[in-house]
């Protein structure tokens, strides 16, 4: 992995666009309910970018801002603020796997393309984990899409890709109830979430595609098609087809793969090597970097690891 580093003691700042077309883009993966710590990559980020390009710059966050960290409140609070405080950056929010089901706990979904209401039909593919997985049998769920009845529940044991017990439910997310001031699992979080909180994940993207966005190479400066998704894209699918679920945010299905998925997801597509394509995700709890291809997760949500971004056109990695 080739990865260009930054200590905020001692800022680098990367190579000056040799246009004006060469627009800072910075990419800020999974902030998982640590406000501290994104106040210190905010911080950092600024030093090491500047002030002029900092102020003009694409900031896309790749999603998961709540569960596991204490303070999921105080992060939605400070997102929401930065375009008045920043009017002239452009912010992307996407979506992530536990964004998708606080909002589904909370009725803070997008609605279904066909008009329909109420996601009880999403169950049936998840059935068989409902006990293992003990969802959310309280208050408004006869109703809630399985995410959020997951995300919801309550199940007491160790998470055994981490070596340590979950957080409330699966999602890990008693510490997002908790900073809300209402118990797990409690109904009570409908109404203690703002509104402008619910209509900030009612309106978090799936995908974002940006064109011509400049990035050093071993080659030199190129420009390149990118596509943000949280997690990244199914290379058994078709890339066009995907794209137009992730731009529809089809909330009827019961899963997405490129908002949860795995090893599924981890490469680019064959399809998309025929146009230089930058592919930019978090979720994987990785920094990973592998020719046009970005994970930006350094944290997993752990308290002792670092949020991390990457900056483009110079590829530098910043950490809180």
Not at 15 to 37: E, F, L, M, N, Q
Not at 46 to 64: C, H, K, N, R, Y
Not at 84 to 101: S, W
Not at 107 to 119: E, F, I, N, V
């Amino acid at each position: 992995m080739a990865e260009k580093n930054s200590d905020a003691s001692s800022p680098m700042q990367p190579p000056a666009p040799s246009d004006a077309s060469d627009r800072t883009v910075i990419c800020i993966g999974d902030i998982h309910g640590y406000h501290s710590k994104l106040l210190r990559l905010w911080s950092n980020l600024q030093s090491v970018v500047g002030p002029t390009s900092f102020e003009t710059a694409l900031i896309i966050f790749l999603g998961d801002y709540n569960d596991r960290g204490p303070h999921t409140r105080q992060v939605i609070d400070f997102l929401i603020q930065l375009p008045a405080k920043y009017p002239r950056q452009r912010h992307v929010f996407l979506c992530g796997n536990h964004d998708l089901a606080f909002a589904a706990f909370v009725g803070a979904l997008p609605p279904r393309p066909d008009g329909s209401t109420g996601w009880s039909d999403t169950w049936e593919e998840y059935a068989e984990n409902e006990e293992r997985e003990g969802w959310y049998k309280g208050e408004g769920y006869s109703e809630m899409h399985v995410q959020g009845r997951r995300w919801g529940g309550t199940v007491d044991r160790l998470n055994p890709k981490k070596g340590m017990s979950y957080k409330g439910s699966i999602y890990d997310a008693a510490p997002t109830f908790e900073s809300y001031g209402v118990p797990h699992a409690s109904s009570d979080l409908v109404k203690a979430v703002p509104d402008e909180h619910k209509k900030f994940l009612r309106d978090l993207v799936w995908v974002h595609e940006e064109e011509n966005v400049a990035i050093d190479t071993e080659k030199g400066r190129i420009k390149c098609h990118l596509i943000a998704v949280h997690a990244g894209l199914e290379k058994i699918k078709k890339v066009e087809e995907r794209l137009q679920v992730l731009r529809a945010r089809d909330t009827s299905l019961p899963t997405v793969q490129e908002l949860r998925g795995r090893m599924n997801v981890w490469d680019i597509p064959k399809e998309q090597l025929e146009n230089p394509t930058i592919l930019v995700s978090g979720h994987h709890g990785k920094l990973h970097i592998e020719g046009l291809r970005f994970i930006i997760d350094e944290s997993g949500g752990l308290e002792h690891l670092p949020i991390a971004a990457i900056i483009f056109p110079s590829q530098q990695i910043v950490r809180d």
